[in-house]
Every structure is written in C-alpha cells, then in structure tokens.
C-alpha cells in the first residue's frame, strides 16, 4: 500500500504540471508536410466565374474521364471479389501469386528476381516509406532530385531522415549533374534516390547516363531508392530501362505499382522489387522490410487477388492509347508554349507531365512561381502546380492527361496570360515579341 | 572548380571510411517487431503428421470457410469497382460519403460526430499507427493493456516510444485493474490506449467500469486511444459502449473497421473516429492526422466506394448468426477445457476470442507456455497462440471462429495432451484429477 501511494503521488505531481487539457502533437505530425497534398487539400483557389476550371496541377490521370482503367482489371478485380478467395489476411508482404506477377513484371533478361524479393504496399507511397525507413535513420540522409516529386522529403523529414537534393539540368533533359550529385554525399548518407521515368519531368534517362549514376552509388557503396512507377511508361522511340538491370553490384530497391499506368491510383497498390544481386541487403534490410511492411499488414487483398491477371491480360492497346494522347498533348502544349514569350517548355519523353520554366524578369509583377500560378486561377481558371512544390524556382509542371481540347484551351489561355502580364524591356520592341 | 573539388574530396573521404558494401538496416526496422506475425510466418511448426492440424491461433475469421462474409458487400464491391467512379485518388483521409457512413456507424445519441471527424485508413493497424505516431514523441510512452494485442508496442518501439502496461484482472473477467494503471502513469505518458471488447481476452466492459477508467484519462489529463475494431462484436445480453459516448472532456480516438465483425481483414479498411466535444485536438492533433494520412494517402478507393452500402445494408442475421457460431464455441470450449486439470478459461463476453490459463505447477515438464503451444502442435497438431504473444505468460489464446467439430476435436486433443502431460502432486490422488 505504501508503495501503491509512492506511485500514485509520483503520478500525481508529474501531471500536475500539466493544469488542463493541452494536448499537442508529435514531431512526426508536425513534420510530415506533403506540399502538393496541402495545396489541393487546403488553398483557396478561386477561379474566375467565367471559365470553366482546367485543373493541370493534380498526377491523377482519371479525373478527367477521357482516360479510363481497361475492363480488363476491373472485371479482375469483380471475379476476385466474388470468388470469395481474397478476404482474409495475406501474409504481411503479399499473396505468393501476386508477389511472383510482380516478379515476372519487372525482371528483365539477366535480372530475373522471384516472389521473395517483392512486398506488396498500399500504394508506391507506401513503397517508397517503408524503404526509406529500412535505410535510414534520424540524422542520416538520403539524396533526392532537384526538381524532384515531394513526397520523399516529406516521408524522410517525418522520420527526422534529412534529404539532399542533387540537381537536374533542364538543358540536358534533366539529366542528373552528376558532378553536383556526387559533391552533396556525405558520411551520413544512406542512399540515392534515382526516379526514372520523372515527376515533374517527364524525362526519362538512357542507359549510358543510369550507369554514369550506378558508378556513383558503387564508388560511394550506396545502395539506390528507384522510384519507377513510371515504368515503360515512355513515348514511341523511347526506352525504359529499370535501373537495378545495369548493376549486378549495387543492391537496388525499386518502387512501382499499378496506380499510374494502369490508371488506378485510388486502389493503392504499390511495390518494392528488392534487386540484389550482391547479397547487400542480405543481412538486414530484407528483414527490416519484412518487419517493417507488418505495422500495416500490405495491401487490399482483392486487388491481390487480380494482380495476375491485371499484370498479364491488360491489352498492349490500352497503354499504346494512354501514351498516344499524352503524347499529343506534349506535343501540342509543346508547340504552343513555345511560342509564348517568358515561358520556356522542356519537351518530356514520358510519364504525364511537362515542366515550364519562366522567365520572371518577363513578368516582374509576380514575386515568385506561386503567385503566377494563383493569379492565373484567379483571371484564367488554369491551375499549374507551381515550381515551389517541386523544390524549384520560376517553372511550373503541367499534367498531360486532359482531354485534346482542354490542353489546347488551356494552352490559349496561358497564352493571354502571358501578353497580358509580360513586360519587355525597353530595348526588344513588343510587337518583335507578341 | 576549387570548390566543387574541396566537396568532391569531402565526399571521398567520408566513404572511405566505408571499405565495402556494408548496408544495415535503421533502428526503426530493426525495432519494429510484431511477435504474432513473426511467429505465423517465420517458425517452424512441425505438425503430428497423422492428424489433421487445427490452427486456433489466427485472428482471421475466414480461414476455417465456415465464415463467410455477406453477399451485400462482396455485391457492393463489384458495383463499386464497375462504377468506374472510384479508381482516382480520393482526399488522403477518404472519399466524403464513406467518411459520412463512418460517421453515422460510430455515432451514438448524444455523441454524434460527422465527416470531418473521421480518418479512412488502411486497416485498423494504420489507424492505430496513425494515433500513436499523431501522439507520442521519441522517449514518451502510451499505456497499453496486459495482456493485450502486441501490435502496440510493435507500432510504438519502432518510433522510438515507450509502452507502459497496466493489468488485467483475469479473475474480474479481465477489468482493468485501475490502481495499477492510475500508479503506472509518468510525467512522459501522453496517451491510454483501451482496448474494448478485447483481444486477447473476449472480454466488454461494462459503462461503470469504463467510466472509471475515463476518470483516470481526466485526472491525467490524458487523451485516449480506443481500439474498437471490435464493436458490436459481442453476445448476446452483452452491450458494447464506445468509450467516447461517455465523455464529453476526455478526447478520444477511437479506431475501428471493417475487418473482424464484417469478417474482410485482407480488406484494408480501417478508420480513426475522432471524439472532442472539448476541442482538444482542434489545435494539433486533427492536423497531425491529417497530415500523416499524406504519408501513404489512404485506403482502396473500390471499398471505400463501397462503404456506404456496406455499413448500411449488411444484414442484422449476418451479424447475429456470426455471433451465434463465436458464443456456441465459446461454451463449448468453455465447459470443454473447464474440466480438464492444469486449465482455467475464462469465458469471453464478446470478439472472437478465449483466454485460457495454464496451472504449470501441473506440467513441470515445460518451461514455459511456448514450450506447452510448441509441444500441443507436435503431438495433438493443435495450434494455439501462446500468452507470450500478448505479454502474458502462463495462458493461451484460442480463436472461436472455427467450425463446431473443429472446435470439438481440438478441444478433446488439447484434453489428451494435458492428461499425458499432468503431474499431480502426490497429495492429490491421479484417479481423482482424471
Ligand atoms: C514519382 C512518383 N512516385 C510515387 C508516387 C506515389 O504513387 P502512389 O499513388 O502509388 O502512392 C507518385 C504519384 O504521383 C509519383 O509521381
Ligand atoms: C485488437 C485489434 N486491433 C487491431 C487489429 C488490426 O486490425 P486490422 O486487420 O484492421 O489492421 C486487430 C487484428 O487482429 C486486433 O485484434
């Protein structure tokens, strides 16, 4: 009993600092922060009245209903619901077959991997969690594109994992400056991560120039985050090459999924292919990853159900379709912007986006990308994603997945925003430029 | 050149202090360990070959087939996902008519919450994440039950916090004991997690004794954490009292789902409840939340399309006739094990669970109860989990959701294990025990 009144006072003075309710938050909470998700979840973009809105800003290729999932998967996805097969729990990491349709996806002659080196996840940001919690920890950084999709940054921040970024160059098709990349790694980084086929970039990186980066990560014994769910998701001519096929020494851990090219990002499901042929991650990571994919148990187990046959009997048709109109609308927006004085478009060769540089001594009324892109909602209905949620300055990312029509209206409407809000210098007569 | 040269050689040599590939995994990886999980997919249980196994180990109602879900959802699935409605991404805490149908399942007179008061989540175990991470800091620590489900301290050591238990009282059908609890409480406790009905236990607490524990979290000032992933889940005569409806000062979040009552785990669906009539978390921890449901954006869209239909159409039979196989078992087993020296059920009020403890002054032949699970899967080929899995020693769960017979045989098979096993002491003559 004496003991008992010992604990009891104990807890008593301890909260008796506290004098009410005050309950705050984790550092976790405060600092996962996803720049994107805020800004469409919580900015007030008023458009204007008289024209209808033409959002460009969000990477969901279904919002506009001229892209749809084939009825191939969904019929899948029915079938594997009502074969009453896919409701319990699967293990942590995926059901076997759906683990082996991964593997059978992703390897690629001489860099066979089986259903062990695959964990299903809810979704590739689940993916790309869940490895950059394996490999780092608080203190410790990863390296991340410049331009580059925000949500690493936010995922590692969370955790107190630093990032540092490594530069793209815009005129080199936003090739990795692998002298700046190699210069920014320190004793405390962890790992690169490499994202090919690119978000905002929509570049996508030859073989010469992956192996360029695969002799940094080997001299500097860094294994690589690859973040491809744009994989073969490239235009006519182009070519995709999974990054972990060039190296049979540097261990690669690569993030995919269903959600972009087959049109599904609400179903969350998400990858990693573990690409080892070295035994690096043998030791720990593997198991880390394992452990680490039992906090949520993976993924829907009815789009597990479907994976094979969403990954084998999805017509080569239905993506040669989603390609040609992104496609088209490159080129279009492409040769439209061209033209527009100030803006300066990078020609991508896949994924969905296209990124526009500015040149703002063009438009000195704008302090930064921001506020061109909210005044262009405000006078234009046209929503860009500004620069600034991709960690870089005076461009905007455009999404190619409108309807035909949407991208040339929008694409006129950029246009009278510009002229209207352009001011050249005295020295280049307007009318050389308008 | 000079400074770019001056970073380069930075870089080198901090690697070479790195002579060779050597990639380990973070702390969090290492840290995050669920023994449940780890013991289902990582030992070795070798079966007595001549008998059929009976797992009464998994908390999965649909691995014996005898339980299957209703038809009403698997039918709402399958028109959600032909809808072609819900394949984009929805809003990271869930499309507004699924958080609405939350919102009126959990509501209760008098404690009515709306859209905004509820988080989808992947599974229970991602709101439970979600909660514990929106919470605690590194060094801080969360009360959890003992026994209790494992995947708390799994969630919570991978982050770096502390879980301090407070006892159950087995012999007061598995209360709380409230002097324990209120005396384990520090100056670093941010958060009581309740667990009601419960796993491992089957036990519901009553609104007295729920209201007791309240008083402590007011006291304290401490917000609670209510895992009631089994609502409504209990026997009839029995009542289920969400905890927030019995509190207008003490901030809850409560987490539930799909999973168990509506017998889909592999299902991912899962979802926070906020209750703050107080507004305690208006200033932190909503936002916290929020912003942590970014890190992965999410569950399955297709069944959160669902959602609706499936909370209000599942048939009130379906309920009742899952709980009818759960309570017969339960009595079964009950009056089975009841007889059999060296065992003490403790007969459950609700979930799908019992409680059994072992008097191992009867079988000194083992050390411990894991010893006893490992022995019963060799020669009976009956699997239950060992209390060492819940943090408890000298007790195993067994699962109520397998078929009558299934019951029958196993309870017969753990009977001739404990006759074979039991020592009595010589003062007890064997005749009378047997
Ligand atoms: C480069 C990149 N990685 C990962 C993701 C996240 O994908 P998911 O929706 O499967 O989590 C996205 C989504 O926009 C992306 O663009
Ligand atoms: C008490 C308790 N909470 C949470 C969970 C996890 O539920 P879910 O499968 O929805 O993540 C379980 C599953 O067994 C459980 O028993």
Redesign the interface.
């Known amino acids: 009993m004496k003991d ?1 009144n010992k ?2 006072s ?2 008593k003075s ?2 008796s ?2 004098t ?11 600092t ?3 720049p994107i ?2 800004i469409l ?1 919580t900015m007030d973009l008023a458009p204007n009245p008289k024209k209808e809105m033409i959002s460009l800003s ?1 990477g ?1 290729p ?2 506009f209903g001229n892209l ?2 084939s009825q191939v998967i ?1 019929d899948a ?2 079938a594997s ?2 074969s ?1 097969k ?7 990491t995926g059901f076997v077959p759906a683990r082996k349709a991964v593997a059978e996806h992703v390897s690629v002659p001489g860099a066979e991997i089986d259903e062990n080196d695959v964990i299903l996840c ?2 590739c ?2 993916a790309l ?1 869940l490895c950059i ?5 608080p203190g410790q950084n990863i390296m991340v594109p410049r331009p580059g999709f925000p949500l690493y940054t ?2 590692a921040k ?2 107190g994992i630093e990032t540092k970024e490594y530069d793209l160059i815009p005129e080199q098709n936003w090739e990795v400056d692998l ?1 700046h990349m ?6 405390n980084t ?1 790992a690169i991560l490499v994202n090919n086929p690119s978000n905002p970039c929509g570049s996508v990186f030859n073989k010469d120039h992956l192996k360029k980066i695969l002799a940094i990560a080997e ?3 860094l ?1 690589i985050i690859a973040d491809e769910i744009y994989d073969y998701f490239v235009f006519p001519g182009q070519e995709y090459i999974p990054i972990a096929s060039l190296t049979s ?1 540097v ?1 690669v851990l690569s993030c995919g999924g269903l959600t972009k090219r087959f ?6 499901m998400g990858w990693i292919t573990i690409h080892d042929r ?1 035994s ?2 043998a ?3 593997r ?6 994919s ?11 159900g479907a994976l094979p046959t969403i990954l084998k009997n999805t017509p080569k048709a239905f993506f040669d379709d989603t390609i040609d109109v992104i496609q088209k609308n490159a080129e279009l927006a492409f040769s439209k912007l061209s033209t527009i004085p100030g803006l300066k478009p990078v020609m991508p060769s896949g994924a969905m986006y296209m990124m526009v540089g500015i040149d703002r001594s063009i438009f000195p009324e704008f302090e930064n990308d921001l506020e061109i892109v909210e005044t262009m909602v405000k006078e234009q209905s046209v929503f860009c994603l500004p620069g600034k949620c991709f960690n870089i300055k005076d461009y905007v990312r455009i999404v190619l997945t409108v309807p035909g029509e949407s991208m040339i209206e929008a694409c006129d409407r950029i246009a009278e925003f510009c002229h209207k809000h352009a001011k050249y210098s005295s020295s280049i007569p307007k009318g050389l430029m308008a």
Chains 1, 2 share one sequence.
Not at 133 to 137: E, F, G
Not at 287 to 292: E, I, R, S, T, V
Request: with cysteine.
């Open positions: 008992l604990n009891l104990n807890a301890s909260s600092t506290t009410g309710w005050k309950v705050g938050s984790s550092t976790m909470a405060k996962t922060f996803n998700r805020n979840e969000i969901d279904t919002v749809k999932p969904i996805v029915s619901v009502q009453g896919n409701n319990g729990y699967g293990p942590s809810s979704g940001s689940c969690d919690s394996a490999l780092a920890n936010t995922l969370g955790l002298t190699e210069s920014q790694i320190d004793q962890v001299r500097h014994y294994p020494s261990p049109l599904v990002p609400g179903w969350r070295n690096v991650f030791a720990e990571v198991k880390g990853l394992q452990c680490l039992q906090r949520i148990i993976g993924s829907n187990t009815i789009v597990q």
